[in-house]
């Protein structure tokens, strides 16, 4: 018989928090990178000065398998696709499709901008050359993430990709063939069976394989990982770009009391299905929504796949049910709290919706939920966690490109602003930097 699931409850009715105060009183999950740096650190440093056989020797150590290359076969691609079930293809299809139109109406143009009559400054928007493009394994299978992370890069004009996931012992070594099939369906090459952070040292280092042939160091790596991933891209970071550092998944909606106690519970235990540490996170002005949804947790907990995850991760300190006043406090709360998916279940939910300013994706409405988001809506599932969607974007197409800024100026044009730049030069002790220019049109002394 399934225990009765009730989630935390954090009472804000009566109060008027400071924003600083919510975030110490909202659940919060997390994980500390800094206590396994330690740990990680001699795994990019024996990857840096040892390259694919050190990569493969942790995979031995942590995988359990030693994959013959680091590079996976091409034909053990297109087998992958071949063997792919039909409805799992057809569903990668649809999902590839809708992907790509949302993140092809990202790509920037450059825009030159008149200064003045003969100086000019351009943006250009350039791609990043070579990109390494994370998939993890784990609890679970992502041909998903191979959508999120290959689609926008493609989108973006990446030249030279690689997709790292780690290799499978019941697969011969290789990564799991449904990533395998949703490579090769993408158009995807090159596929290195190799993961976690002995992966992400491997893609910004570079090396040999085992067979002799090239592994390219990368330039950018993205995806989500486990806490080691995270924390080997901490320490690479600055060789390379790294879209984010990933926290375990979470969820917060914010619900009034016409939403469907059912839907939301439902919506509640498809995050916390991803992991222990997983956060569910109820927002609401309504205490009988939120009995009720612990009476829909409740039953529908008796036919949940992965019972013992989700309920290790609704009952963890990182998730809960947080009353409010109104939903004008609501929305005070889930803009703190900045959750990586943000549903909106309430009256008037599109205008409701239209006032969130911190959120890594929004789902209006009852019929827009994060797994729609996670697979087929078109966008992007590679989302900001543990708060930083206050300041920061999911994965698109701009992860992938840098702007550049062209400067070309006449010489009239330059003539004109000189005694400005010399001024300036001066005013912070650089004259050198005057004298850059005014030796173009003086001779110096």
Not at 140 to 148: E, I, L, N, W
Not at 345 to 368: D, E, L
């Amino acid at each position: 018989m399934t225990s009765r699931i009730e989630l935390a409850r954090v009472d804000l009715r009566g109060h008027t928090p400071t924003t600083a105060q919510l975030r110490t009183a909202l659940p919060r999950g997390g994980v500390d990178v800094d206590s396994v740096l330690h740990q990680v650190r001699p795994v990019v440093e024996a990857v840096r000065d040892r390259g694919a056989v050190a990569a493969l020797e942790f995979g031995a150590k942590f995988d359990g398998v030693t994959p013959d290359t680091v590079r996976v076969p091409a034909a053990a691609l297109a087998t992958a696709l071949d063997g792919l079930d039909p409805a799992v293809r057809a569903a990668l299809e649809v999902a590839i499709a809708r992907t790509r139109a949302v993140h092809a109406d990202q790509r920037r143009t450059d825009t030159t901008t008149e200064v003045v009559p003969g100086g000019t400054v351009t943006e250009r928007w350039v791609p990043v050359e070579r990109v390494g493009l994370y998939v993890p394994g784990g609890n679970a299978v992502y041909p998903s993430s191979v959508v999120m992370n290959v689609v926008p890069a493609q989108a973006a004009g990446v030249e030279s990709l690689v997709v790292a996931s780690p290799p499978q012992e019941q697969f011969g070594g290789l990564p799991h063939p449904t990533v395998l099939a949703a490579a090769r369906l993408l158009g995807v090459e090159e596929v290195w069976a190799v993961g976690g952070a002995q992966a992400v040292a491997l893609l910004s280092y570079g090396g040999s394989d085992t067979d002799g042939a090239d592994l390219a160091p990368v330039d950018l790596i993205t995806g989500p990982g486990n806490i080691y991933v995270t924390a080997a891209k901490r320490l690479c970071r600055g060789l390379v770009g790294i879209d984010a550092e990933a926290g375990p998944t979470e969820i917060a909606i914010l619900a009034d009391a016409t939403a469907d106690p059912v839907h939301v519970a439902a919506d509640l235990i498809s995050q916390a299905e991803h992991d222990v540490l997983a956060a569910s996170v109820l927002v609401t002005d309504s205490p009988a929504l939120a009995d009720a949804v612990d009476a829909a947790l409740t039953t529908q907990m008796t036919v949940v796949k992965h019972a013992e995850r989700v309920t290790a991760a609704l009952t963890g300190a990182q998730s809960g049910t947080v009353l409010v006043d109104d939903i004008d406090q609501g929305l005070q709360v889930v803009n703190a709290y900045a959750a990586e998916h943000l549903e909106i279940q309430t009256a008037q939910a599109t205008t409701v919706a239209a006032r969130v300013r911190s959120a890594g994706a929004i789902f209006v409405g009852p019929y827009a939920p994060v797994s729609l988001g996670d697979y087929c809506a078109g966008s992007n599932h590679v989302l900001p966690t543990a708060g930083c969607a206050r300041h920061s974007s999911g994965l698109s197409v701009q992860t992938f490109l840098r702007g550049i800024h062209v400067v070309e100026y006449t010489e009239a044009a330059l003539k004109d602003v000189a005694g400005h730049v010399v001024a300036l030069a001066q005013a912070e002790n650089l004259p050198a930097h005057g004298q850059a220019v005014q030796v173009r049109f003086e001779a110096l002394s």
